[in-house]
């Protein structure tokens, strides 16, 4: 069964920098097209940034292009989310979710708590 273990977050103040890591088990992780999500009290949940599973493509919602950066290092078999000149607005839980090339199916993490507050 795929594990998937978040780790990073924090209490950070505006224009500040956070790195997330997302460490996967029990399957083989180059398989994973990987995603960081976010939810904020009261929000749905929302797409942030999207990885391929070579690391050679990726996505990001307008409102964090420029200032986040996904990562993946395949042989740690981990996903990061660099967050730099962090906002208010970033505040939220942040989850990682992996889906499987083969069978489709998706892979959530238990979240990591981000609050930007001075």
């Known amino acids: 069964q795929v594990q998937l273990v978040e780790s990073g977050g924090g209490l950070v103040q505006p224009g500040g920098s956070l790195r997330l890591s997302c460490a996967a088990s029990?399957?083989?992780?180059?398989?994973?097209?990987m995603n960081w999500y976010r939810q904020a009290p009261g929000n749905e949940r929302e797409l942030v940034a999207s990885?391929?599973?070579?690391?050679?493509?990726?996505n990001y919602v307008d409102s964090v292009k420029g200032r986040f950066t996904i990562s993946r290092d395949n042989a740690k078999n981990t996903v990061y989310l660099q967050m730099n000149s962090l906002k208010p607005e970033d505040t939220a839980v942040y989850y990682c979710?992996?889906?499987?090339?083969?069978?489709?199916?998706?892979?959530w993490g238990q979240g990591t708590q981000v609050t930007v507050s001075s």
């Open positions: 979710k992996g889906r499987s090339i083969w069978t489709g199916v998706d892979y």
């Open positions: 029990g399957f083989r992780f180059s398989s994973l097209l």
């Open positions: 990885i391929s599973t070579a690391g050679d493509t990726t």
